[in-house]
C-alpha cells in the first residue's frame, strides 16, 4: 500500500468494519444453527424411565422433568410430544381423587392456563395450570379406571395428558429445573406448614411424613380454597 | 533355598509381568505382539531409526535439503507447527472440563492430555533433529537469555507445557504402578496445572505464529498478517478439538477392551463438532479480515491466490459448515470424516505458511528429501506406538477399577 495514499486507508478500514459487523450479523443465526432444535438441550427424554428423586423437604422432584409453579411438570420425548402430569406436592395437597377431569384430545391448552380439574371424593374440586402450550394429543387411559394413580404415582403411571407443544422454547423460560425446583419445592413446604399454624410457625419437626388430602387435614372446610391458593388457581373466587 | 531375595526377586518378576507384559509371560507376550499394525510400524522404524541416526553422524546437509535460503523444512513445518497444533486438544478439554465444568467430555480429557503430551514430545524431538546443533536446546533455559525474542518464549513455554502435560498425566501413571497417596497429591493439583497450561498454551501456540512476522518479506503476502499470532491461536482450537474427535473415535475402535463402554462417545463428538464449527467460522472472518486490512484481494485471482481459496473454503468455511449439519443432525460419522479432514487442513496451513508460501519469490525451492520425510513418518510412529504401549496398560479411556471417579482427573 502506498503510504500516503488516504484514501485507500478509509475504504480498508471500511471493509474491514463491513466484514465484523457481517460477522455478527452471520454469527447469530449461525450459532442458533449449530445449537440444534429447540428441545433437545431442554429436555430430558421419556428414555430416562427411573427418576432419580431428591426429597425438597417431604415431597419428591424427579431431577429429569421440568416444573411449572402451578405444580405441574413436563419431559420431552423422542417423539417431539412432551409428556405432562401433576407433581408430588399437588397429589398430596389434593388427596385422594375420585375423578380427573382432563381436556379432550385436539384442545389447545396455554401455560399458566386452566387446563384440567381434580375431583375429590366429597364433590368439590381444584382446577390446576397446563405447564405449556399446545395441543392435547392424548390422555392416560389408565386414569379413568383408577383416578388415583395420579396421586399414588404422579411421576410415573400416573400422567396426564401428551401434549404436542408450539413455542417450547418461550415456555421453557417460566419452568424450572435442577436446584431451582429444590428451593421452590421448600418454600413451599414452608408455605403449607404456616398455614398448620399461622401463629406458631413450624410445626411439623416430629417427623410426620404428610399424609394425602393434607388441604383436607389443615381445612375442612375451606380445603379446596386452600388447594387452589397453592395450585394458582384461586384468583377466580371463592368458590374456584 | 528359599530367602527374602529369591522372594523379591519372584515379587519384581510378578511386578513386571502385571505391569509391563499385561500379565503374559515374556514369551506370550512377544508373540502377542506380532499384528500386522506392528509389522509396518516396525518396518517404519527399523528404516526411520537408523536414518535418523546418520543425520545425527553425518549432519542436516547430508540427511536434508534444507539450504541457508530454505532453513526450515517439513521438521518444523509437520513435525513441530502441526504437532504442536494439533496437541491443543489437551489444554482445550482441561480448561473446558476443569475451568468451564462442561462435565460431559470428562471420558475424553485423559486420551486429550496424553495426546497432548505425546504430541509436544515427539515435536521437540522433531525440533532436535532440525537444528543443527541440538545440544545447544537446552541453551535459552540454562543461561542465554533472549528476552525480546520470540523463539526464547517459545522455548520456556515448550518446556513449561510439557512438563504440566506430564504432571496431569501423573494421576493415570500412579493408578497403573498403585500408588494411591501419590495420586492423591498429583490429583489436587489438576486445577493448578490446567490454569498453568491454557496460560502456557495461550503464549506459545500463538508466539509460534509470531516467529513469521519477522519474516514479511519472505512468506507469501496472503499468509503473511500482523494478526498470525491470533490465527495461530484460534487454529490450534479447532486443531485440538477436531483431533480429539478423531482420536477419541480410533481408539474407541482399536481398544474395545480398554475403553468405557458407558462414555458417550458418539455425544461427545457431535458436542466438540458444535465446539469446533464455531471456532472455525469465527477464524474463517479473523482471516478474512487480514486479507482486507493488507489490501490483498487482487492477489487471489494468482495461482496462489486459488491455493490460498482453496485453503480458506476447503479447510475452513467448508468444515465448518459439515459440522454445524453434523452436530445439528446427530450425524456422527460426517463428524468424523470432517474432523480428519479440519486436522488435514490444518497441517496444509502450518505447512502453507512455513514451507509452500515461505520463500515464494525465490527461485531456490524447497522440496523435502526422502529422509526427511521418512523421518517424519518415523516420529509419528513412534507416537502412535507409544500412546498405544500406554494406553494398554494405564487407565486412559476408562477409570480403573479401584478409582472409580479417576477418569474425572
Keep these: ?240 | 533355598m528359599s530367602s527374602p531375595t529369591t522372594a523379591s526377586a519372584a515379587t519384581s518378576r510378578n511386578w513386571a509381568n502385571d505391569k509391563l507384559f499385561l500379565g503374559l509371560s515374556i514369551w506370550d507376550y512377544l508373540k502377542s505382539l506380532a499384528t500386522p499394525g506392528n509389522f509396518i510400524a516396525g518396518l517404519i522404524m527399523a528404516i526411520g531409526l537408523p536414518l535418523m541416526a546418520y543425520r545425527f553422524i553425518f549432519g542436516l546437509g547430508a540427511a536434508t535439503n534444507l539450504s541457508q535460503t530454505n532453513p526450515w523444512g517439513i521438521w518444523i513445518g509437520f513435525d513441530l507447527l502441526s504437532g504442536v497444533a494439533l496437541a491443543a486438544g489437551g489444554y482445550t478439554l482441561a480448561t473446558s472440563v476443569y475451568i468451564f465444568g462442561l462435565d460431559k467430555y470428562h471420558a475424553v480429557v485423559r486420551p486429550a492430555v496424553l495426546t497432548g503430551f505425546l504430541g509436544y514430545l515427539f515435536a521437540v524431538l522433531g525440533l532436535a533433529a532440525d537444528l543443527g546443533r541440538p545440544w545447544n536446546l537446552p541453551v535459552p533455559i540454562v543461561y542465554s537469555f533472549g528476552g525480546p525474542s520470540v523463539m526464547f518464549e517459545i522455548a520456556w513455554c515448550v518446556v513449561l507445557y510439557l512438563t504440566v502435560l506430564f504432571m496431569e498425566f501423573l494421576p493415570p501413571i500412579f493408578e497403573w504402578l498403585g500408588w494411591p497417596k501419590a495420586r492423591l497429591r498429583a490429583v489436587r493439583m489438576t486445577i493448578g496445572l490446567t490454569v498453568f497450561g491454557v496460560m502456557l498454551s495461550t503464549l506459545h501456540q500463538s508466539s509460534l505464529g509470531g516467529l513469521f512476522l519477522m519474516a514479511p518479506t519472505k512468506l507469501h503476502p496472503l499468509w503473511y498478517s500482523p494478526f498470525i499470532p491470533a490465527y495461530f491461536f484460534i487454529s490450534s482450537i479447532a486443531a485440538g478439538l477436531s483431533m480429539v474427535i478423531v482420536e477419541s473415535a480410533l481408539s474407541h475402535r482399536a481398544f474395545q477392551s480398554r475403553a468405557d463402554h458407558h462414555a458417550d462417545v458418539d455425544g461427545i463428538a457431535l458436542g466438540l463438532a458444535r465446539g469446533a464449527s464455531i471456532v472455525l467460522f469465527a477464524y474463517f472472518f479473523v482471516k478474512l479480515q487480514g486479507i482486507a486490512d493488507g489490501g490483498r484481494w487482487a492477489m487471489l485471482g494468482t495461482p496462489y491466490g486459488y491455493w490460498f481459496l482453496f485453503e480458506m473454503l476447503g479447510f475452513i468455511l467448508l468444515p465448518s459448515m459439515l459440522f454445524a449439519y453434523g452436530a445439528r443432525h446427530s450425524h456422527v460419522t460426517l463428524v468424523r470424516w470432517t474432523a480428519a479432514w479440519t486436522v488435514l487442513g490444518i497441517v496444509v496451513n502450518r505447512l502453507n505458511v512455513s514451507v509452500i508460501a515461505m520463500n515464494w519469490n525465490v527461485p531456490d525451492r524447497y522440496i523435502p528429501s526422502f529422509m526427511e520425510v521418512w523421518i517424519s513418518i518415523t516420529l509419528v510412529t513412534l507416537g502412535v506406538s507409544t500412546f498405544k504401549w500406554i494406553v494398554n496398560r494405564m487407565p486412559v479411556l476408562k477409570a480403573h477399577p479401584e478409582y472409580p471417579d479417576s477418569a474425572s482427573h
Design chain 1, 1 to 240: 500500500m502506498i503510504p500516503h495514499d488516504i484514501l485507500t486507508l478509509y475504504s480498508a478500514k471500511m471493509l474491514e468494519y463491513g466484514i465484523a459487523v457481517l460477522f455478527l450479523f452471520l454469527f447469530i443465526p449461525f450459532w442458533r444453527y449449530v445449537q440444534g432444535p429447540a428441545k433437545a438441550p431442554a429436555l430430558a427424554t421419556a428414555t430416562s424411565r427411573t427418576p432419580v428423586a431428591t426429597a425438597a423437604e417431604w415431597f419428591l422432584t424427579p431431577a429429569d422433568r421440568l416444573f411449572h409453579r402451578g405444580h405441574a411438570w413436563l419431559m420431552g420425548g423422542d417423539d417431539g410430544l412432551v409428556t405432562v402430569g401433576l407433581d408430588d406436592f399437588a397429589a398430596k395437597l389434593v388427596g385422594p381423587l375420585s375423578r380427573v377431569s382432563l381436556p379432550a384430545v385436539g384442545a389447545s391448552v396455554g401455560q399458566g392456563e386452566q387446563a384440567w380439574r381434580l375431583m375429590a371424593a366429597d364433590g368439590r374440586s381444584v382446577d390446576m395450570l397446563s405447564p405449556v402450550d399446545g395441543t392435547v394429543v392424548a390422555l392416560n387411559p389408565a386414569l379413568a379406571a383408577s383416578p388415583d394413580l395420579a396421586e399414588r404415582d404422579p411421576y410415573g403411571d400416573g400422567w396426564l395428558v401428551k401434549v404436542r407443544p408450539s413455542r417450547l422454547r418461550a415456555n421453557r423460560i417460566n419452568l424450572m429445573a435442577g436446584r431451582a425446583v429444590h428451593r421452590w419445592m421448600e418454600e413451599a413446604a414452608a408455605g403449607l406448614r404456616g398455614h398448620v399454624a399461622p401463629g406458631l410457625g413450624a410445626l411439623a419437626q416430629d417427623g410426620g411424613a404428610p399424609v394425602a388430602g393434607m388441604a383436607r387435614a389443615i381445612d375442612p372446610e375451606g380445603w379446596d380454597r386452600l388447594a387452589a391458593t397453592f395450585l394458582l388457581t384461586a384468583e377466580e373466587g371463592p368458590d374456584a
